[in-house]
């Protein structure tokens, strides 16, 4: 079980006790989100809940957005539910390397705008992820997966991530990947960093998914995140 797996499901579960804006939002499921053996090699092995009535698995942007403009699904329901679906997959497909810690008042933020009659564009409220090797301003490190860069603080957006801001999306956290992008060694397993470990196939848990934009490609193929962006160097 990894750090992001603990801390995961411990900031939810302070945002339950502490705030009652959010407790709302909690998704609730009656049965078990975990996989059983019973279910092995059925698509009920990892089961997707719904995000309140909306049905998330497999749905568009365009799907999110009707929802939101109908008052039927909020910004912060889903980022919560993707936490959830992160939570629930990432100690099997490894997936994601760190969670946004300002994703829920960014998310509130857009709902908010939302209800004032304020929406941005056709991202507005949608959470991505972006690859790691992908710069961000906040609360969140921009290593490519090396322990190396572990602590840094870059000095500004990447133009990518201005752009996604912008235009509202919600970035809720930054993907695994195969370390600097397939530079670390001409040698090595696609989807391996020294800080994320291996990201698996989202499709077949004993094989790499290719990479270097493993995480990013994995955790949409997972239905963990709505959209992201990775980078093109020699692999992806």
Known sequence: ??????????????????????A?????????????????????????????????????????????ARGKLTSVQLTLCYMQRIYQLQSYTNSLLQINPDALQIAAARDADRKAGRVRSALDGIPFIVKDSIASRDHMETTAGSWAL?????????????????????????????????????????????????????YNLTVNPGGSSSGSGVAVGSNAIAFSIGTETDGS
């Not at 092995?40 to 089961?47: I, K, N, R, S, V």
């Not at 840094?152 to 509202?168: F, N, T, Y």
Request: contains cysteine.
């Open 1 to 22: 079980m990894g750090p992001l797996f603990v801390s995961c499901a411990i900031w939810v579960a302070l945002i339950t006790l502490t705030s009652p804006i959010f």
């Open 24 to 68: 709302q939002d909690i998704p609730s499921y009656q049965g078990t989100i975990f996989p059983l053996q019973k279910n092995e090699g059925t698509p009920d092995l990892f089961p997707m809940p719904p995000c309140g009535s909306f049905a998330l698995e497999e749905a568009t942007i365009d799907d999110m957005q009707q929802a939101m």
């Open 150 to 202: 572990l602590g840094s603080i870059v000095p500004r957006d990447a133009h990518v991530v201005k752009r996604l801001r912008d235009a509202g999306a919600v970035l809720l956290g930054k993907a695994a990947l195969s370390e600097w992008a397939d530079m670390r060694s001409s040698n090595y397993s696609e989807g391996y960093s020294a800080r994320g470990g291996q990201v698996r196939s989202a």
